[in-house]
């Protein structure tokens, strides 16, 4: 997603190009731009974003988590490795993720561990402008929520990586 486009070219592009511009901006998640491609033209980014994260309330649940299971670790081993995709290693290198300590990379860990445990996928938070211990106080708190309102709030984490996504590739 390094290349940027604007509105009006995705609203004329073929349906094949239309979804290659936009598959990342669901992580690993083509099937979203796919199920939006007809609702086009889009008037703004922001109806298109509309349009894309309704897609995505409009699935079933299992298909939502796999959405959520398709976000990487904070920190966490893909991101050591150099293994996240491109928007994800700038969303998290942007946040100071890649100069964690070793005592930091072992809290991420931790918690990344201890929150998969728990709600059966991983940590997801839009962490562009985000220092590290935002996120790290974020983490702690949203260990106290139960099952329903975290599926939810990684759901609307996921809609906002996505405005952030959208944002940087289409011109305005």
């Not at 220092?131 to 709030?153: G, K, Q, T, Y």
């Amino acid at each position: 997603m390094s290349e940027t486009t604007t509105l009006e070219a995705l609203n004329t592009a073929t349906h094949d190009v239309f979804v290659a511009a936009l598959a990342g901006v669901f992580e690993h998640s083509p099937w979203v731009a796919e199920a939006a491609v007809g609702a086009r033209p889009f008037a703004s980014t922001e109806n298109l974003l509309a349009a894309m994260v309704a897609v995505v309330l409009a699935a079933p649940r299992p298909q939502k988590l796999t959405l959520i299971r398709a976000h990487p670790d904070l920190a966490g081993r893909l991101a050591v490795t150099g293994a996240l995709t491109r928007a994800s290693t700038a969303e998290q290198a942007d946040a100071g993720l890649d100069q964690c300590s070793p005592d930091e990379l072992k809290r991420f860990e931790d918690l990344n561990d201890a929150y998969k445990i728990k709600f059966g996928h991983p940590f997801v938070m839009a962490v562009k402008g985000r220092s590290r211990s935002d996120i790290l106080a974020a983490f702690a708190r949203r260990l106290e929520n139960d099952e329903a309102a975290e599926f939810d709030e990684a759901l609307a984490q996921i809609a906002e990586i996505a405005r952030l996504r959208l944002t940087a590739l289409i011109d305005a």
